[in-house]
């Protein structure tokens, strides 16, 4: 199973020393403006894209990229994921999922707390999507990271298949998963496509 690679400080600045020297160019695969954004919080918590700025309303609203096996590969990737960990277990705002988009990164990566696993460890996953869903719904409260202050109502399948990449290795995965966990999964892939919480509540509230 996808656990969190955790590289120490000291040899991701190796990493960043041996593979640092191209610059400007794209062998990672990512952007130079994502690369700026992920070199820019370091080690941090990275600010959140919240729905109250207009610009981010918008970032918030588009479609995210696909990641390659060279992208994942890349430095860039094990600092992003490291960072997203820092940002959604904030103690001061702390959520039990985060999608790279509420960071800045519209790419298609989450991070979801296994409430369903004993530790309830954070999982990332990569291209994450939902093959397979139930017919049987069920209404429960969920907030957001990315709209402050709120919680809606929202009716969320209880079971799901999700298919994405290993994280190590790349190769597609399924996995079956049901319960809270499984709507944490539909409301961090629903961000990869630019849709929230709040389009499919019921009822929405001031928390
Ligand atoms: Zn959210």
């Known amino acids: 199973m996808q656990i969190i690679r955790y590289i120490s400080p000291i040899l991701l600045s ?28 370091s080690n941090e918590i990275m600010p959140l894209q919240v729905i109250d700025n207009e610009s ?8 995210s990229l696909s990641l390659t096996k060279t992208e994942i590969e890349s430095p ?3 600092k992003l994921i490291s960072q997203m960990l820092l940002t959604v277990t904030n103690p001061e705002n702390e959520g039990v999922g985060i999608a790279a988009p509420q960071v800045g990164i519209s790419r298609k990566l989450i991070a979801v707390q296994r409430i369903d696993k004993e530790s309830e460890p ?12 139930s017919e049987e719904q069920q209404n429960g409260w969920e907030g957001c990271l990315s709209v402050p202050g709120k919680r809606g ?18 190769e597609l995965q399924h996995d079956t998963i049901e319960g809270f966990t499984a709507i944490i999964f539909q409301h961090e892939i629903d961000h990869l496509n630019g849709i929230l919480y709040i389009d ?3 009822t929405l509230t001031i928390k």
Request: glycine residues 4%.
């Open 14 to 41: 190796a990493t960043m020393f041996f593979t640092g020297c191209d610059k400007g160019q794209n062998k990672s695969g990512w952007s130079d403006e994502e690369i700026a954004l992920i070199e820019q919080y």
């Open 56 to 63: 981010d309303s918008l970032f918030l609203r588009k479609s």
């Open 76 to 78: 860039y990737f094990t």
């Open 122 to 133: 954070f999982e990332f996953f990569v291209n994450p999507q939902i093959i397979y869903k």
């Open 153 to 170: 109502n929202v009716k969320r399948h209880t079971k799901i298949v999700v298919e994405h990449n290993n994280i190590e290795s790349f």
């Open 200 to 202: 499919r509540a019921d």
